[in-house]
Nanobody, 116 residues
Framework: QVYVAESGGDLVRPGGSLTLSCKTN????????MAWYRQAPGKSRELVAS???????DYADSVRGRFTISRDNVANLLYLQMNSLKPEDTAVYYC??????????WGQGTQLTVSS
């Protein structure tokens, strides 16, 4: 059975840092392209950062230089290190596992709130 589960969301002050984690099970993690998305209230879900199965990470312009995506292909974990957080980073963050335009799995999301 496949599951994708995010954790680490919290309330953080502007300028603070936080790391999100995504644990997967039931997929060949090393073969999947992984990504973090987010959805703020009243807005569409947007891609934040991606880490393909083969290739280099990429980032949305709004987070480049502040966020770092990484993956552990042994432990089947995906991370998102977030620095210099801003109130506009407030959103539900989702982990996505994607394979060859055929398989697509999502977690239930974890809430990040950036507020003083």
């Amino acid at each position: 059975q496949v599951y994708v589960a995010e954790s680490g969301g919290d309330l953080v002050r502007p300028g603070g840092s936080l790391t999100l984690s995504c644990k997967t099970n039931g997929i060949t993690f090393v073969s999947y392209s992984m990504a973090w998305y987010r959805q703020a209230p009243g807005k569409s879900r947007e891609l934040v950062a991606s880490y393909p199965a083969r290739g280099n990470p990429d980032y949305a312009d709004s987070v480049r230089g502040r966020f770092t995506i990484s993956r552990d292909n042994v432990a089947n974990l995906l991370y998102l290190q977030m620095n210099s957080l801003k109130p506009e980073d407030t959103a539900v963050y989702y982990c996505n596992a994607h394979f060859n335009d055929q398989l697509d799995f999502w977690g239930q999301g974890t809430q990040l709130t950036v507020s003083s």
